[in-house]
């Protein structure tokens, strides 16, 4: 480990650094100039993958940070995340990936209570954004699905993912996506051919187990040609509590009439920091199911991103997200209806309590090409506490004139005469308040097709606000 | 087995209850009537504990404990139970989970063992013949989407699952026809005996045709204004409450 893991930045732009080399004393290095050399420490990659990296980088340096300012970060500050310098896993003390030896430091086991009980799920394990060939088992799945690392996939060349990489997430102008995009090396690579049909779900594990402040950028992407179906969860994870950084994209193309069911589960180390933007385009009668689960992060802000591009795809995208302590969790969705005959429906729902501060932005923007489109978004909050908070924002801009949309808002308190009912059943305040925070997420966790994903997430939800007190 | 002495509660600065003094003893069934605002669905909270009634003044003794110092959990797990006027609609809660829980705390609080959810079938299935009740109420979310009549056999079904030691129904005939009411009277009946208690609070007379009172008492402003045998409910059905609220005006004075 270099000194940088462990360094914070120094508020003093005219501090020395005291293990600065020679006489000159250096200047300590900022968090964009550290990234900067970081970048520029990467193994050499094929020219188009360095060309993508070179355009991310140049598009992170020219937005920098988002501020509150930024309309999409209003009610978000990053400065954690903007002021602190994080090691990226190139610049271990060999200057090479650490391949191998932090994939050592996990076993199977470690893994074992995020799989849903559900052995036998094909599953990519990564660690601290690397793929590990030894944690991961995809097997059987058949000649029209390809699976992969997508390092792998880089180096070899096959299944060309500069196709699609870089072509779906908008890099441009999020700071974040152009951040992962500089930094492009791994992540799991799914193709599904036409009509390919994968029974079993693809879970793709994201595991930080290090110790310092460690960033990652994993980087997905997911083809589903024509007709295709599958299932594919990612989780993010943490074997350890400690404090690091995951800046992760994925990238989605979805064919004519393809189906998927995606999964994000973040539940991440409380200290750590999580962004995590997932982006979707929909050809013709394609149908996106995505369910956004958020526990983790001190702050973790997931962003999911669909454009319904062809005529009759449809998308649903339901979330929920659980904070306690001072956690802060911040959900962005947005909904592009472009072609016409588009239904979308979006229900998200958030349990407050501690002194946490939960944050919804939902956009649905129907172009003017988009007549007859049906969208329908919701988002109802929980707060537990008085000290708790939420900020929503749910948006709604429609430039077609013949449309049918429908949005809303909720802000509550557990409702007293449900709780004093409840206790005069014999059932305690304790228990009461879980049963009543259970069932305000019950109907949102309903709608999860995958019926261990559902129950694990139940036990969650009533796990999480158990032992916590009213204050 | 219950004794309320000078009893005075409200909601924020509004008194309710002037000085209600009331004993029922195990194995008595006592109606408590009155007109609409009287107070005596309040009575009926109150002893249940519901937190948004502050008790100012009197006592309360059950069993000989200060009922009044109790959480209503506290109160339920002793045996007392209130059958709702308005019961409250839970969605995401079935109700056999929620009776489940609520039957698991009474006899945790009581020492004895939890019941598994097919024990507790079992257990339920009788309770709810006893009130003409589908066994596919069980799956549905408490209360909701109930029509009146299934929200109050619901009432009586938990008390029947939790067989209470004191029992207090609050205008538990409201808004039910005559075979639903028949059907809640049938439920009650079932249940009492020489240990138990029963508070039926009404407005109307009818309910004590099939639910028969050993005492009938009659709340005006606040305070009992008049106590006396079946035979009261009869003649304030001939009469109605106008003869006795003079006498609850003049009392309050």
Not at chain 1, 6 to 16: E, G, I, L, Y
Not at chain 2, 42 to 54: C, E, I
Request: proline share 4%; with cysteine; hydrophobic share 40%.
């Amino acid at each position: 480990m270099t000194d940088i893991a462990t360094r914070k930045v120094s508020r003093d732009n005219a501090a020395v650094a005291k293990n600065g080399g020679g006489p000159l004393a250096t200047r300590v290095m900022g968090p964009i100039e550290s990234y900067r050399a970081d970048f520029q420490r990467q193994p050499a990659a094929p020219d188009w993958l360095q060309a993508l990296r070179t355009r991310g980088m140049a598009r992170f340096e020219a937005l920098g940070f988002p501020t509150t300012k930024n309309e999409d970060w209003h009610f978000t500050s990053v400065a954690p995340i903007a002021e602190q310098i994080f090691r990226a896993a190139m610049t271990s003390k060999t200057g090479v990936s650490s391949e191998g030896s932090t994939a050592g430091m996990v076993a199977r086991a470690d893994l074992q209570r995020f799989t849903f009980g559900q052995p036998a799920w094909h599953s990519l394990v990564f660690v601290n954004g690397e793929f590990s060939e030894n944690l991961s088992s995809y097997a059987g799945l058949g000649d029209k699905v390809r699976v992969s690392s997508l390092g792998k996939a880089i180096r070899s060349g096959v299944g060309r993912p500069e196709r699609h990489l870089g072509k779906i997430a908008a890099f441009e102008s999020h700071a974040f996506t152009a951040l992962n995009t500089a930094f492009i090396r791994d992540g799991a690579f799914v193709e599904l051919q036409p009509d390919a049909v994968v029974d079993l779900p693809i879970h793709l594990i994201f595991v930080s187990e290090g110790e310092g402040e460690a960033i990652s950028h994993p980087r997905n992407l997911i083809v589903a040609a024509q007709n295709s179906r599958a299932s594919i969860i990612e989780s993010y994870i943490s074997i350890r509590d400690s404090c690091y950084f995951t800046n992760a994209v994925t990238e989605i193309s979805l064919g004519e009439g393809a189906r998927l069911d995606h999964y994000k589960i973040q539940r991440e180390s409380e200290k750590s920091f999580h962004v995590g933007t997932t982006q979707i385009r929909q050809s013709r009668d394609s149908q996106l199911h995505s369910f956004s689960f958020a526990v983790g992060g001190s702050l973790a802000r997931t962003n999911i991103y669909t454009s319904l591009d062809g005529d009759g795809a449809t998308c649903t995208l339901n979330g929920l997200y659980l904070a306690d302590g001072v956690q802060h969790i911040d959900n962005q969705t947005s909904i592009e209806h472009i072609a016409p005959n588009c239904p979308s429906h979006e229900v998200y729902k958030g349990v407050l309590d501690g002194r946490s501060h939960g944050v919804f932005n939902g956009k649905v923007y129907v172009h003017p090409e988009a007549q007859k489109t049906d969208g329908k978004q919701s988002n109802n909050n929980l707060l537990l506490s008085p000290t708790a908070r939420v900020d929503t924002k749910p948006q709604l801009e429609i430039f077609a004139d013949d449309v049918k949309c429908t949005h809303g808002a909720t802000v509550g308190r557990l409702d007293e005469m449900a709780m004093f009912y409840l206790n005069s059943r014999g059932i305690g305040s304790e228990t009461a308040r879980t049963l009543l925070t259970y069932a305000f997420a019950a109907d949102v966790l309903e709608t999860i097709e995958l019926e261990p994903v559902k129950s694990e997430l139940e036990r969650m939800v009533l796990a999480r606000f158990a032992d916590s007190g009213t204050g | 087995m219950l004794e309320i002495n000078d009893l005075h509660a409200g909601i924020g600065d509004r008194e309710i209850l002037r000085g209600i003094t009331l004993k029922v003893n195990a194995g008595e069934v006592h109606a408590v009537m009155g007109p609409n605002g009287s107070g005596k669905s309040t009575l009926a909270q109150v002893l249940a504990g519901n937190p948004s009634y502050q008790v100012t003044k009197g006592t309360v003794t059950y069993n000989g404990q200060n009922l009044l110092e109790l959480d209503p959990e506290v109160r339920a797990q002793n045996g007392i139970f209130l059958a709702f006027q308005y019961p409250v609609e839970i969605p995401g809660v079935s109700n056999a989970y929620f009776l489940r829980s609520a039957y698991n705390e009474i006899r945790k609080a009581q020492g004895m063992e939890e019941v598994d959810p097919l024990e507790f079938l079992d257990l339920v299935e009788e309770k709810l013949k006893l009130v003409d009740m589908d066994q596919a109420m069980l799956s549905r979310s408490v209360n909701q989407g109930f029509s009146g009549g299934e929200k109050k056999r619901n009432e009586i079904f938990q008390m029947a699952v939790l067989s209470p030691r004191l029992a207090i129904l609050d205008e538990t005939d409201s808004g039910l026809d005559i075979d639903a009411l028949r059907i809640v009277a049938q439920g009650v009946n079932t249940l009492r005996s020489p240990e138990n208690a029963t508070i039926v609070v009404t407005h109307y007379q009818r309910l004590l045709n099939y639910i028969i009172p050993d005492f009938v008492h009659v709340i005006s402003n606040g305070r009992i204004v008049k106590s006396g045998g079946k035979e009261l409910a009869l003649e304030l059905e001939e009469k109605g409450y106008d003869w006795l609220q003079d006498a609850g005006a003049g009392a309050a004075a």
